[in-house]
Nanobody, 118 residues
Framework: VQELVQSGGGSVQTGGSLRLSCAFS????????MGWFRQPPGKEREGVAH???????TTRDSVKNRFRISKDNAKRTLSLQMNSLKPEETDMYYC????????????WGQGTQVTVSS
């Protein structure tokens, strides 16, 4: 069984919105923190948003006030609401989780394509 299974994504025009979801096979209490990542072509992987077990969240500067990360413990889901999307944000997006603070992210979703056209 895939521990993290992603859904959502797709294609939108500039300024459009998409919502990504990540379904967990185990309780979210098993993970200290979860996050969303992307890797633009020719660049290193970058974190997009992060949320810890207490619900405290952060987003990278370039998506502040446009992207919002959230989790639903009862439904065992992690989500990323993306608004006002830009073409340069076209990428494959991945959800991930880790057991401990400052540890590697040990669990990854299969990836979801996001395409933003001009």
């Amino acid at each position: 069984v895939q521990e993290l299974v992603q859904s959502g994504g797709g294609s939108v025009q500039t300024g459009g919105s998409l919502r990504l979801s990540c379904a967990f096979s185990r309780s979210l209490d098993n993970y200290y923190s979860m996050g969303w990542f992307r890797q633009p072509p020719g660049k290193e992987r970058e974190g997009v948003a992060h949320i810890n077990i207490q619900g405290a969240s952060t987003t990278r500067d370039s998506v502040k006030n446009r992207f919002r990360i959230s989790k639903d413990n009862a439904k065992r889901t992690l989500s990323l609401q993306m608004n006002s999307l830009k073409p340069e944000e076209t990428d494959m997006y991945y959800c991930a989780a880790r057991h401990s603070p400052d540890a590697d992210f040990d669990y990854w979703g299969q990836g979801t394509q996001v395409t933003v056209s001009s």
